[in-house]
């Protein structure tokens, strides 16, 4: 007999399909394309959740873009200030009158030339694919990272630190999660963050989710393949740097300690992990120090967001290093 599901909880069910047979439930995920309205640079995200495949093609807008679209007033305002990006066209919702920050983005679009169209509600959501904009787009080029064509130096970087500190997010997918940790990165003043080839690409969304620090970040580099991230690591304890894992529990030949007992007595590289798949054994072969940030009741809720224990373990470093005056 078919399951009788409550509506309030169909509404939870939006973009996904349910075949019920007997007491099996499968869950048969949508795809969405730029063709039905959510744009490719989303990072395959469909927007807040609640606009449907049908809903995109039936309200589809025809507007035309070049490259990739940046969205939300803080990203763009910082992109127009950063000067990294192409700047084709700004798209702003009509009949809306900006103050303050809003008000700094026409007035810097307009004093850069940037062509500005006033355009529907509907067709900016089309623009950043359903998520939050608060009534701006803009058509940009992508952001060009360098690639590390070879392992990084650190000793021929300069530093804010006494002791060097840089950071890399191994394997983290997920865009929000990405952004949170480029943002807390840039606040703190991290000097390096490595893009490895299995992490997140920088999109529009990662943009938008690290309230545009990625448009400003100096110190981004992209990590192509795996022998170029062990190369690095390699180089950097070769230096008589230290290579920091954030991990969950203790890892074979690799000595293990809560985090606030750590000392920062040397250059620090940070690695934090994937939630599901943490760090590849093979860089872990590379740490020579893992820490973990011990829980009031592990029990019920195991481990910290990847963001927010990835900015308590740059806080802790920062904190017990000395800043070099400018």
């Known amino acids: ?172 997918q997920d865009p929000m999660n990405f952004g949170a940790i480029l943002r807390t990165a840039f606040f703190l003043g991290v000097d390096q963050v490595l893009i490895p080839h299995n992490s997140c690409p920088p999109t529009p969304v990662v943009s938008k989710a690290s309230s545009g620090a990625l448009e400003v970040m100096e110190g981004l580099t992209r990590l192509p393949e795996e022998g170029i991230v062990i190369e690095t690591l390699k180089n950097w304890r070769a230096g008589g740097g230290e290579v920091v894992a954030a991990c969950l529990e203790s890892q074979e030949n690799i000595p293990i300690m809560p985090l606030r007992e750590f000392s920062v007595t040397k250059p620090v590289f940070m690695v934090v992990g994937n939630e599901e798949r943490g760090i590849s054994e093979a860089v872990m072969l590379q740490c020579n120090q893992a820490v973990y940030i011990p829980g009031n009741n592990t029990r019920c809720v195991g481990s910290l967001n990847v963001s927010v224990a990835t900015a308590i373990l740059i806080h802790h470093v920062v904190s017990n290093n000395d800043k070099i005056s400018s």
């Open 1 to 172: 007999m078919p399951l009788n599901i409550p509506q309030s909880v169909q509404r939870r069910m939006l973009n996904r399909t349910f075949l019920i047979k007997g007491l099996e439930l499968k869950t048969v995920c949508k795809l969405y394309s730029s063709y039905n309205g959510t744009p490719e640079y989303n990072h395959r995200l469909t927007g807040q959740g609640k606009k449907s495949e049908k809903f995109f093609k039936e309200h589809r807008v025809e507007v035309e873009v070049r490259e990739e679209v940046l969205f939300g007033i803080h990203p763009v305002s910082l992109a127009l200030q950063a000067h990294k990006r192409t700047l084709h066209r700004l798209y702003v919702k009509q009949n809306t009158e900006f103050g303050g920050e809003g008000r700094g983005v026409m007035e810097q679009a307009d004093k850069l030339g940037i062509p500005v169209q006033w355009v529907t509600k509907q067709a900016l959501n089309q623009l950043s694919g359903s998520r939050p904009n608060q009534g701006v787009c803009m058509d940009v080029s992508k952001l060009h990272i360098p690639t590390a064509s070879s392992h990084i130096c650190w000793t021929e970087m300069k530093s804010k630190w006494k002791y060097p500190v840089w950071l890399m997010p191994y394997n983290v």
